[in-house]
Each structure stands twice: as C-alpha cells, then as structure tokens.
C-alpha cells in the first residue's frame, strides 16, 4: 500500500512592521476636517488593527482617521498598531478662517525709489536709497472679505464677493481688524512697513531683474487695473505672482502699510518704520481704476489714514 504524505500549510501572514501615514503635517481652519490615511506594512500583516488618538483633543479631534479641527493651535494625531505599538504621527495646525496664507522673504539689501522716469506718478520716489531688512513674511494674498467678515462680522465692500480683497477700509479700520485677528489667534499680524512691501514686491533675494511691476514688465500678466477689471476689483490669487509667490502687488486695490508717509532721503537706512508722526499714512501698489503707467513697484501714495475708498484693501505681514 502507498504511503501517505501529509504536507502542513505554513501561514504566509507576517508581525507588523510599521504604520505610515499618508501626511506629515496639514494645516485646518476652525470646523475644517481632514481624512487621514493608514498603511500598515508590510502588506500581508496578521493583525492590521491601529487606533488613533490626540495629544490635543481640544484643538483637534481624531475618529477612525477623521480630523475636526476645533480650535485654534496644533496637536499631534497619531496612530497605533496593535500588534507591535508600531505608531506615525501628523502634526495638525488649526487656523483661525480670517489668517492669511504667508509667505517667507529672506532679508537682504536692495536699493528702494523709482529707477524709471521720475514723473507726475512717481512723485516722492526718490532719491534713491539703499535698505537692509531682516527676514519676514508677507500674506501671499491680499486680506479677502470672507476674511474680514470672519473678524469683524460686517462686510464695508462696494464690490461684494468672499474671494473680493476687502475695500473701504480706512487705516483705522486695518489696524482694528489687526488687532481683532491677533486677540484671536495669539499671534502677531500686522501691516507691513513701506520698505518691506517694496522689498517684497520687487521678489526680496529670488528676483529676476529690475522689473516694473511685481514680477513682470507685462501689466496685464500680474495686475488688474482700468483696462482690463472690468470696473470693478477681482478675485485675489488669479493674475501670475512675483518670484515670491506673493499675488496682486500691483492693482486690484491699494495697499495700506504701517508708515507714516514721509519724502525720502539718499541716508542708507536698516529695518525703516518710517517717522514718528505725520498726517498721511503710505499707501502702495495701485488699484483697478488706475491706469497701468499710474503705479510700479516703487510708486507711492499718500492718504489720510481715516479715509476708505472702494480703492483702499490691505495685506499682512508678520515677523
């Protein structure tokens, strides 16, 4: 009779290696989620069970890999392996809605004032001086109305729409959004200083060359203005950006900065906040009814700092 040979089945099912997750780091606002994906490996693990947790459930919550973001701060989700405590992490940072997207601009020195033809529109753009600033950031769009609402509640916009930058605002009332958005966050916005918003216009250290507005020597390829907004201002973000990354420079609306407005001097200067005192705050970049030989990189206005037309908007800056 033949003999009969029993072959055992060994299981090919293997212990767990590790746990990955499918991001790092994200960045929420207040009442945003956020799926979060798990991978434990290898592939053909016996026990793939993993739970999750917060470090911080009041800023952030975490139920089968869905993030809710819930206040404002950063916690740490992260997910475990059963079988082994293998664990990965992401580290979640909730926003307030109103908080800019910002933009780094390493420090440098560049010379600030007109370089072109110093006319009737460039009037108080020289001389010419050279600057030094430290490192900054700048908000890569100017402060839209949905962000304005979120802080203050009420919308002062002619032209309405959330992704509209926030016109008729005074000086007056950027600094009480500012200070509003601040108490909010614990943070520090705030205007930028004159020298930094033109440092920043001309593409800070990544600029390419001397060009006449942000980014271009092509007006219609980075700013709206009297020929091409259609009479009114335009989405923030839709015209190409500088060498920054930072949109609408130049056009759609003028842009408060924190300084008083002051002729400028050939006196080579580091970090200028401008003078102490004064009647007139700065204003820089343009706007849509200007005509596109109206403004630049380096053209300057000056406006009382209680006025606020459909042509008054601004951007954040933080140190």
């Known amino acids: 009779m033949a003999a009969i040979v029993v072959v055992g089945v060994m299981s090919c099912k293997k212990d ?3 746990v ?11 009442n945003g989620t956020l799926k979060l994906t798990a991978t434990v490996l290898p592939a053909n693990a016996a026990d793939k069970a993993i739970t999750w947790s917060s470090d911080k459930p009041a800023v952030a919550t ?12 950063t916690a740490t989700i992260t997910v475990t392996t059963k079988d082994g405590g293998k664990t ?8 307030h809605p109103a908080e800019p997207e910002m933009v780094s601009v390493e420090g440098g020195t560049f ?10 529109y460039f009037n108080g753009a020289r001389p010419l001086f050279q600057v030094t600033l430290k490192s900054f950031k700048m908000a890569k769009y100017l402060v839209t109305q949905k962000q304005w609402v979120a802080i203050m509640g009420t919308n002062p916009s002619e032209f309405k729409g959330d992704d509209l930058p926030v016109e008729q605002v005074s000086w007056n009332d950027a600094q009480e959004f500012i200070s ?34 942000s980014g271009s020597n092509n007006v219609d390829a980075v700013a709206w203005y009297y020929d091409n907004c259609g009479g009114k201002t335009q989405p923030v973000g839709k015209k190409a950006p500088n060498e920054l990354g930072i949109y609408d420079m130049n056009g759609n609306v003028d842009e408060w900065c924190s300084d008083w407005y002051a002729a400028y001097t ?22 849509w009814i200007c005509d596109d030989m109206m403004f630049s990189v380096a053209s300057r206005s000056d406006i009382y700092p209680t006025f606020n037309f459909s042509i008054l908007g601004f951007r954040l800056a933080h140190d």
């Open 62 to 73: 975490v139920a089968d890999g869905l993030v809710t973001a819930k206040a404002v701060g």
């Open 88 to 95: 990965a992490t992401c580290v979640v940072t909730v926003i």
């Open 20 to 30: 990955q997750l499918d991001k790092s780091t994200a960045t929420l606002e207040v």
């Open 180 to 213: 509003k958005l601040n108490t909010a966050t614990g943070k520090n916005y705030r205007l930028p200083t004159e020298a930094e918003w033109e440092y920043a216009a001309r593409g800070g250290t990544k600029s390419k060359e001397e060009y006449w507005y």
């Open 111 to 120: 010379t600030m004032g007109c370089r072109g033809i110093d006319g009737v």
């Open 266 to 287: 050939n006196t080579p200067k580091t970090n200028p906040t401008g003078p102490a005192t004064g009647t007139k705050r700065v204003c820089r970049g343009g706007d």
């Open 16 to 18: 767990v290696e590790s």
